[in-house]
């Protein structure tokens, strides 16, 4: 029963720390699919952590914060596409910019805030939410039907998105944008307007995860404490190759290494920590060589369209 | 790949069109510097005594101007990485980590080989500090060409493998004795650049990395392997139809992009550091995106990029000693210039496609 | 165009707020707790005749003041002299290695009085550049035990002094095993640097001070801002019955201690008291003293009673000390806290040994 048990909250570990990177994976999803190459989801999610613990401060909820997250992540989602879609700038770079505007900007934000304590503010976090009769099931229960409301969200959203993209009018709209813009624009889509909701939508979802990271798993706001969970999102994506399903895996996965890096250093193996703290960053790269092919990224993605 | 395309066309016509972006880089960055200055008087801080004190801080003395050519020489390095890579149509975003990397081989070469006279033991750990980057580059380069893996992730997480590495190498296997500071023994004295301006920090790695500058435009644009590389950046699929191998150029470009960034790290130990300790870059491998952006990839660009960005590094110093602005906004000052710098290039872009519209009355295609 | 319209009015609106927030913080200024009684402003003469409100101090950070550790600590040490002595409060946040050398110079050649180097990182430029300017007193922050091993590490120079509490881990470890019932104890360091490693070093000492059959855990978590991976790190050692946690990693422990909320299992704050980070698992903080320590120096050059070489402030010169109990002393069996009074008594007056 004490296996099991460890079993049961190892997985439990796994999924929380799954949710930001999924919630972002399936924002970066939507970009990509209109054919942006976004790799600012690491400053998105740090402006949305520091806003939803602003929001859920000063209106009392961490639903105000979680709204408040949500539009710092649509507004970095505007002016990705403002710079990227209609000025048509190289998306590498402006998606560097981004993170580095969202780690220096929330930084800033914090300390005129909040101010240089080392006591924190008392904010209103997310309480976790078991499934009733669900959540009674020995070790099943624990691991998967006990969790916050964003983390049923966060996967919730996985079958919602695969439906919008694959059997809706829209989402194949938006494919297709990012297939072919310069056709799509003759069957009457307007490329532009798609990209920029699919930057602002996507932008959302990303934020969801940077506020999920600091009031739901935590309670608090601190500088550059989405520690490149950005990163490992946008390689989820491709490793998922660009299907919900895929990312959702890929984002459990990759956090399983941090859960096998708990379960090394708990059993006390002599492993540098310096080697345990690579982990998930060398299953991502082994995960792209082993599991990516080349062909299923949008046909479009990263090239700037100019209507003509 | 990556939006590049579109651009490299733009920028091979050097020249007025050159000269006219230089004229509009150096216009964003004064916006953007306009927009920090707002900001920084929104947060209550003094904006014109910040960017006083940040003129000063870079051009005020002759120690000021040297701190400058300090900051400016791991720049240069970095753009010229980026730069590279941009030319072939990568996206080299592992500067940091091959950085490092260079760094580690430069310090080991520098420590562990003894004995040698200066004129041969400097080149010995420049070579070790451009492989050791040159290597790390090539992982990416190599997973890219073997398993499809794009180097826009790769590099990324490669920079957090070879930063905790270094942690451990500094930390462990190669940490000075007793063993209490985490940093190397310092290298041989024959491994240390001379100085350049007497009395300041300036060395004489601005005057190599000024060297590689040109070794870096003779490869690109007066060699056969160069012009090949510009061919693969421009459009991969049409170099691999007229029968160039953009495989074997991927694997070379990550490997001669790798080894730039790495010698901006070699840099920094012989001339600068003298030892490996943890955080040996803050952060020149990114700063190196912004520096080639501004300089439209281009040789004598990236030295004013690198410029600019070696300014702005040593009069932020300033500014937070003077002025008391928190660091965190010399950040967001500098993505807003790389922000406004894109920006700008493509509003003069879309300006100069809507003359030639009117002039020919023809449509370019995309 | 309408778009343009609309991001400019973003931008806009995004200053606006920044410039009401930026005005509304002028008014609450935080207090630091300080050990002290506070001193009279002014009235103290140093240098040259000088007032303590004229003495000039700067502290030169690697990190930010608000990384909820070293460097905020720092902070807090300046801020303390600013705010009783009412000295310009100076510092400079993200300096880098290569960098410390030409800071020191900017600051020294402006005749500062007392300029300190935070961090034993910056150990070679500090020594180089002190004995070019000998009239600053330079502090650098060592943070770490002296024995026969790192003696040699101290370069004599008359204006140059190695500043720092030790054996805070001895401290730290002997509540943890007066805390346990399980008998088992994890301390989480963030990374292998000396300013972490020292603290590690004692723990187990500490722990088997007060507690000789306990099991001892002490390990890295590998990072100083991932407050999430901490946290499951801390969770994964609880689910280990492990019933007492604490680490030394900047912002990163706070998760440590939230896990431990979480669990209902006891927790230790360090470097500020961190008890309103989880009320209902922070016992006690165990907080470097340097506000104090720093006041002292200060005094000590105000004074002409300027010492140089290795100034490290043991349990006994009041190096480390321990937060407010918070109500605690009431909710925890009553034996535990008189245990726990008694071995930090014990402590500070050397009867445990020498530290």
Known sequence: MGVLNSISSYIATDIRMAAPILLAGLGLLLVNWSGLLYIGAEGTMLISAFAAVAGSFYLGSVWAGLLFGMIAGALFGLIFAFLTVTLRANQTVVGVALNVLGASLSATLNRVIFGVETTIAKIDTFETMAIPGLSKIPVIGPAFFNHMPIVYLAFLMVPLISFFLFRTQQGLNLRSVGENPRVSDTLGINVYRTRYTASILGNMIIGIGGAFLSTGLLNFFTEDMVSGRGYIALAAVIFGKYKPAGVMLAAMIFMAGNVVSNILQVSGAAIPYTFLTMIPYVLTIVALVVFASRAVAPNALGKPYKRG | ?366 | MKKILALVMAMVMLLGTLAVVGCDKKEEEPSQPVTNAPTEPGGQEGPGGKEAADMKVVALLSGVITDNGWNQIAYDSVKNLHDKYGIELEYIENIAVSDMAEYIRTYAEENYDMVIIHGSQFKASAEELAVQYPDTKFCISYGFRVDENTADQVVDISNLAYVGPVNMGVLIGAIMGILTDNNKVVFLGGQDIPAITDIVSGIEEGVHLTNEGCQVTTDYLGTLTDADLAKERALAFINDGYDVVSASANSAQLGCLYAAEEKGVYALGFNGDQYSIAPEAVVLSVMRNYPAIYEDVFNSILDGKWQSGMVVYTLKDNGTIVSDWHGWDEKLPQEKVDRIKEVIEQLYEGKLGDY
């Open chain 2, 1 to 366: 790949m990556i939006g590049i395309k579109k651009r490299g066309k733009k920028n091979n016509t050097q020249g007025k069109s050159g000269a006219q972006q230089v004229l509009v880089s150096f216009f964003a960055t004064v916006v953007a510097l306009l927009l920090g200055m707002l900001l920084i008087s929104a947060l209550g801080f003094d904006p014109v005594k910040a960017f006083s004190s940040m003129l000063i801080g870079s051009f005020g003395s002759l120690n000021a101007f040297a701190e400058t050519l300090v900051k400016m020489t791991p720049l240069i390095y970095t753009g010229m990485s980026f730069a590279l890579a941009s030319r072939c149509g990568l996206t080299n975003l592992g500067m940091e980590g091959q950085l490092y990397m260079g760094a580690l081989a430069g310090t080991a070469a520098g420590i562990y080989l003894t004995g040698l006279p200066a004129a041969i033991h400097i080149p010995l750990t420049m070579l070790a500090g451009f492989l050791g980057g040159g290597l790390w580059g090539l992982i990416a380069g190599s997973l890219k060409v073997r398993f499809g893996a794009s180097e826009i992730i790769t590099t990324v997480m490669l920079n957090t493998i070879a930063i905790n590495f270094i942690d451990y190498m500094v930390n462990g296997p190669m940490i000075e004795p007793p063993g209490i500071n985490c940093q190397t023994p310092p290298v041989q004295d024959s491994a240390i650049l001379g100085n350049l301006i007497p009395g300041t920090r300036a060395h004489m790695g601005f005057i190599i990395a000024l060297v590689f500058v040109l070794l870096f435009w003779l490869y690109l644009w007066r060699s056969k392997p160069g012009y090949e590389v510009r061919v693969s950046g421009l459009n991969m699929e049409a170099a691999r139809y007229s029968g160039i191998n953009t495989n074997k150029n991927i694997l070379l470009v990550m490997f001669l992009a790798g080894g730039l960034a790495g010698l901006a790290g070699w840099n920094e130990i012989v001339a600068v550091q003298i030892r490996m300790i943890p955080s040996v870059s803050p952060g020149y491998g990114f700063d190196g995106i912004a520096v080639s952006l501004v300089g439209n990839n281009a040789p004598l660009g990236i030295i004013i990029g690198a410029f600019l960005f070696g300014a702005f590094r040593a009069g932020g110093n300033r500014m937070q000693i003077m002025a008391k602005v928190p660091n965190a906004i010399v950040s967001v000052i500098q993505a807003l210039v790389i922000i406004t710098i894109v920006a700008s290039q493509m509003v003069l872009e879309k300006w100069n496609d809507r003359k030639l519209q009117q002039e020919s009355g023809s449509k370019e295609e995309v």
